[in-house]
Every structure is written in structure tokens, then in C-alpha cells.
T-cell receptor
């Protein structure tokens, strides 16, 4: 069974400091991994994805994520947070071996960046 | 994403009423999805469709039905709405181009449904 865990409901960080939003996953095979961001009153927007290759993936708005197979993690990071990064972040996983193409989402982490 | 539109954006209805939420896309994608979002629960898949002739139940399809009228249109219906269907509903699309089905999904702006 596929599942995604985002262990922190909220992450608070001061502007200019590095941020990390954690994600761990469980799939029966090899994963495709995604991060999405949701701003208030908006739909989800794609940030980045890991398919294969380099474990460090770079995405939109200066975000990056590191795939760690041994720890089954895909943490989202940014070296210097901005107030405008405040939003709800979702991690999602899909089993590479599945033909259905379904994504399984975590519960979301609310990121607040303080000025 | 402006290429995926949902109507209505907000709806308040009463228990027992029939409600239809509509989704249209101009991205030319074959795959379409309906999710609901509840605080603290993330997104849960209601139904998905890989083409006009293909409809599949997701993890929480009870109380819902869908219709894929065309490649670009995918509607979600609540035949008899109940209060615990109060949620934010999202439509999404994806394109398994080249036979590779790991492309990201593109989401509409959402419909906030309140069932009294």
C-alpha cells in the first residue's frame, strides 16, 4: 500500500533562515515523488518531482528536495525562506510500477515564515 | 492553473439536494481526477478517468458519481448531499505523454461546498 507521512502539521521559520518540510513515504515498489504548494484560496501548484537520477531535485521558487532511499524520505528545503513562502505544502507519491497513475498525498504542512 | 476551471467556486446547499460540480480543461490531457480536501486530512481521491470511456473509483467514492462528457469535461455529482460532504473539492488533470505516466497533475482552483 502506498502512503505518505508529513510528520509536522506546522513549521515556523524566520525570514532568511533555512527551512525544511519533512516527508516520508511507503510504496511497494520504487517511487515517483512530488511536492505541491497551496496558497490561500488557490488550487495546488506543482513545485518539483523526483523521477530518477540525481537525488537532489531543484524546483520552482528556489525550493529543492532530497530523495533518500534508505530513509524513504523526500524532504523539501530552501536555503533562505521568504515571507511569501508561507503556504500549505503537500508531499505526494506514486508507485513507479503502478499503471494507474494515482497520487497519494500527505496531510499537508502549514509553513509560516515570520518577517 | 487557469487551464483547469471549476464551477461553481462556492456553493451552499441543503441536506438531500442534488449537486453537480463541473470541471473543464484546455490542456488537452486525457487523465482527469476529482479530490476532496478536508483540514488535517490532505487530499483524498474520489474518482479518476483516464479517457472518456474509462471511469475508476478512488478511495472515497461512496455518495458521489461522475460523468466524463468529453475529453475536456469531468463532472462530479452528489446525488443527495449530506453535511459530512462539506469540503473543498479539486479537479486535476495529467498527461501521460509518450507512455510515461509520471507527469505532474495540474489542479483547478477548487470548489468550496457547504452542506447545511
Amino acid at each position: 500500500a502506498q502512503s505518505v507521512a508529513q510528520p509536522e502539521d506546522q513549521v515556523n521559520v524566520a525570514e532568511g533562515n533555512p527551512l525544511t518540510v519533512k516527508c516520508t513515504y511507503s510504496v511497494s515498489g520504487n517511487p515517483y515523488l512530488f511536492w505541491y504548494v497551496q496558497y490561500p484560496n488557490r488550487g495546488l501548484q506543482f513545485l518539483l518531482k523526483y523521477i530518477t537520477g540525481d537525488n537532489l531535485v531543484k524546483g520552482s521558487y528556489g525550493f529543492e528536495a532530497e530523495f533518500n532511499k534508505s530513509q524513504t524520505s523526500f524532504h523539501l528545503k530552501k536555503p533562505s525562506a521568504l515571507v511569501s513562502d508561507s503556504a500549505l505544502y503537500f508531499c505526494a507519491v506514486r508507485d513507479r510500477g503502478s499503471t494507474l497513475g494515482r497520487l497519494y498525498f500527505g496531510r499537508g504542512t502549514q509553513l509560516t515564515v515570520w518577517p | 492553473d487557469a487551464d483547469v476551471t471549476q464551477t461553481p467556486r462556492n456553493r451552499i446547499t441543503k441536506t438531500g439536494k442534488r449537486i453537480m460540480l463541473e470541471c473543464s480543461q484546455t490542456k488537452g490531457h486525457d487523465r482527469m481526477y476529482w479530490y476532496r480536501q478536508d483540514p488535517g486530512l490532505g487530499l483524498r481521491l474520489i474518482y479518476y478517468s483516464f479517457d472518456v470511456k474509462d471511469i475508476n473509483k478512488g478511495e472515497i467514492s461512496d455518495g458521489y458519481s461522475v460523468s466524463r462528457q468529453a475529453q475536456a469535461k469531468f463532472s462530479l455529482s452528489l446525488e443527495s448531499a449530506i453535511p459530512n460532504q462539506t469540503a473543498l473539492y479539486f479537479c486535476a488533470t495529467s498527461d501521460p505523454s509518450g507512455g510515461l505516466s509520471y507527469n505532474e497533475q495540474f489542479f483547478g482552483p477548487g470548489t468550496r461546498l457547504t452542506v447545511l
